[in-house]
């Protein structure tokens, strides 16, 4: 994907970053996750290229905006567009760390429409790719990383989310004397940040929604990270009625591990996140006197690049502030 493609999508999911940042902290999650919908989407059609989202707030029926299906843009290059514009809506409402405005865009034809249900995944840095799998017990996977990373199971740090359905997986975990890092919230975040140094983090197992699933493969591939998923619609209370309409509607086998590639069918695609609140992977929306800075990270598929932006957006009379 074109360079600067790209930076005119950052600049989307810095503005959905500034706006749900004013309500970090304010217990309003759906009034955070609504502001940076309408600007991420404002921003979007701003932009001189036929996008299409693959990866949104729902169904047509489900959502006002950035709904599955819908055209953005002043038309040009066709894109497909995945979006979290909130990842982490309650680490937003509660100003925790790590939660995140996340943008994939790839070639028209290249993001899996993924069913709005429930993904096992496995997500893991460059290196474990070919040494683990996503129907490999814990153990394995487990002592998988601990070998390409040399160092003692005992200092691998595996991150899960908190939830009930993970009890079994946890006490696997727990069994082989790794660590576990358990998060409230932003599956995203803790899939991708296997691959970025310094986050702490160096598996991530667990289910979650698909449609994140497929967020975090165009970031992971984008660096030679390693994801995997299998669809789960027995966790969905509307499993069932979802699995039938996947049956007529999939691209892929839905009972079948999905790679990378299945997911994200091009090595032009790239992965962008901007921080809302603090986080160890990329810093929150500040306002300094009058400067809005922001911090973001870019991956890009098609020249392997990661890349760290700080951007900072002045007024009159305002400074930057470092």
């Not at 217990?27 to 609504?34: C, P, S, V, Y």
């Not at 567009?81 to 034809?109: F, H, M, Q, S, W």
């Not at 409230?184 to 310094?198: K, R």
């Not at 921080?275 to 890009?300: A, Q, Y």
Request: net charge negative.
């Amino acid at each position: 994907m074109d360079i600067s493609r790209i930076m005119q999508v950052l600049n989307v999911a810095e503005k959905a970053a500034i706006a749900a940042a004013k309500w970090n902290g304010k217990g309003d999650k759906k009034a955070a996750d609504q502001a940076a919908t309408e600007a991420m989407r404002s921003a979007f059609n701003q932009i001189d290229f036929s996008g299409r989202i693959v990866i949104g707030e729902g169904e047509r029926d489900e959502a006002p905006m950035l709904y599955i299906g819908e055209e953005l843009g002043r038309g040009g290059e066709a894109i497909d567009i995945a979006v979290d514009p909130l990842e982490g809506t309650n680490l937003c409402a509660y100003n925790r760390p790590n939660a995140l405005t996340t943008i994939a865009i790839a070639p028209k034809g290249s993001l899996l429409f993924a069913p709005d249900t429930y993904m096992w995944k496995i997500a893991a840095g460059a290196g474990c790719a070919g040494r683990v799998h996503i129907d490999a017990p814990p153990a394995q996977n487990v002592a998988a990383v601990a070998d390409v990373l040399g160092k003692p199971v005992a200092e691998v740090n595996v991150c899960i989310l908190l939830r009930d359905r993970h009890k079994e997986l946890i006490d696997a975990i727990r069994a082989t004397g790794a660590r576990i890092r358990l998060i409230d919230d932003g599956d995203v975040f803790g899939a991708i940040a296997t691959a970025v140094p310094d986050t702490g983090i160096d598996l991530y197992l667990g289910s979650g929604g698909a449609p994140e699933g497929v967020l975090a493969a165009a970031g992971l591939k984008a660096i030679g990270g390693v994801f995997m998923g299998r669809l789960d619609f027995s966790i969905d209370p509307h499993g069932a009625e979802k699995r039938e309409r996947a049956l007529k509607t999939a691209e892929i086998d839905i009972d079948a591990p999905l790679t990378m590639d299945m997911l994200v069918r091009s090595d032009e695609a790239a992965f962008i996140a901007c921080g809302v609140t603090d986080g160890e992977m990329v810093s929150g929306v500040s306002d300094i006197g009058g400067s809005i800075t922001t911090s973001s990270i870019i991956m890009n598929s098609y020249d392997k690049t990661v890349r760290f932006v700080r951007t900072t957006r002045m007024h009159e009379g305002s400074k930057i502030h470092f």
